[in-house]
């Protein structure tokens, strides 16, 4: 089956809009069962070229928004936000940070109370992180008594608002030969390998019986076979190479700046330590100078004080 590449944001839009597959797929990240889930917000974010002040149509970073109810115990039920982002590049991590700090002054109603609710991030990339060999993480957070030196079996309602569990998924870095949990599958359709053409579309050489990755590889093979779907993932995918371009060339004026800087800050360096240099010589030669002249006023006292001495010496022989 020929499917279209989920990397990009035209084709994950279309898989989170449909509600059974965004609940499956937040699910089987999360590692928990979602009983309910509804999409919140979407945005999408442009890069400024700063010099020829325009806006590029270069989609840089997508960002997903969900209210979930989560399964997290037997009889235990927690509403959270789930908050998804992927990147096909590395970018400033302050982009993430501060889109996080936006979602904690998002508050939602529950019971008829107004509350802010726990966060959960998951982050989807398109780069590799080095120093994790695996292709999905979750990071969530251990209570820990520092005084006993032991873990806390309990929450904080306080604790669980100001902190935040993740999900970060390498698309890089997954094994195509495991194919045996929920979370395999899952991962199995971002695999960036067997592709038709630039990346685009790719074939699906798995066996599809599960209904949940059915109703996926569906929706992918849609966006692959349809004629405007696919034009539409072709504006995006020149979008980004025009942004990669706009980026190179960013980083290589960066650089020729960065050497330029370099060029004067070296040569004002051998400036100052050539007048410093100097400076010190000349404050050599006036040290040389003054103790030259303290000697000739010594030598001048001496002589004077030698002559007086001897004209007493003369006038007392006389007396």
Known sequence: MIIANPIYDTVFKR??????????????????PVVSIEV????????????????????????????ATVQTGPDEYTKVLIEVQKALQITNLSRFRNYIAEQYKR???????????????I????????????????VNKNYFDAV????????????????????????????KERYTTDLDKLLSVFIQDDFVDSKMTKYYNYPVEDKNIRRITDTLHYCASDAKERARIEAEIEAWEQFQ???????KDNLQTIEQQKTVIVRERAEKEAALA?????????????????????RERLEKEALLAEIARLKSRNQ
Do not use: W
Not at 20 to 29: D, G, M, N, R, Y
Not at 108 to 121: F, K, R, Y
Not at 130 to 136: K, L, N, R
Not at 245 to 251: A, G, N, T, V
């Open 107 to 121: 508050k939602d109603v529950i019971n008829g109370m107004e509350t802010v609710l726990p966060i959960i991030a």
């Open 40 to 67: 919140r917000s979407q945005e999408v974010m442009y890069m400024e070229d700063e010099q020829a002040k325009v806006m590029t149509v270069a989609l840089r970073m997508y960002r997903l928004d969900f209210v």
């Open 245 to 251: 371009e706009l980026l190179e060339s960013s980083e």
């Open 148 to 175: 006993h030196e032991e873990d806390i079996d309990v929450t904080s309602h306080f604790i669980e608002r100001i902190t935040h569990d993740c999900v970060v998924v390498q698309t890089r870095k997954i094994e």
């Open 278 to 298: 100097a400076l010190a010589e000349k404050e050599v030669a006036i040290a040389r100078e003054r103790a030259e002249k303290e000697d000739a006023i010594a």
């Open 123 to 138: 982050y989807i990339l398109g780069f590799e992180l080095p120093e994790i060999a695996t292709s999905c993480v979750r």
């Open 15 to 32: 898989l989170m809009d449909d509600n059974e597959t965004s609940k499956f797929i937040v699910s089987t990240l999360l590692g928990k």
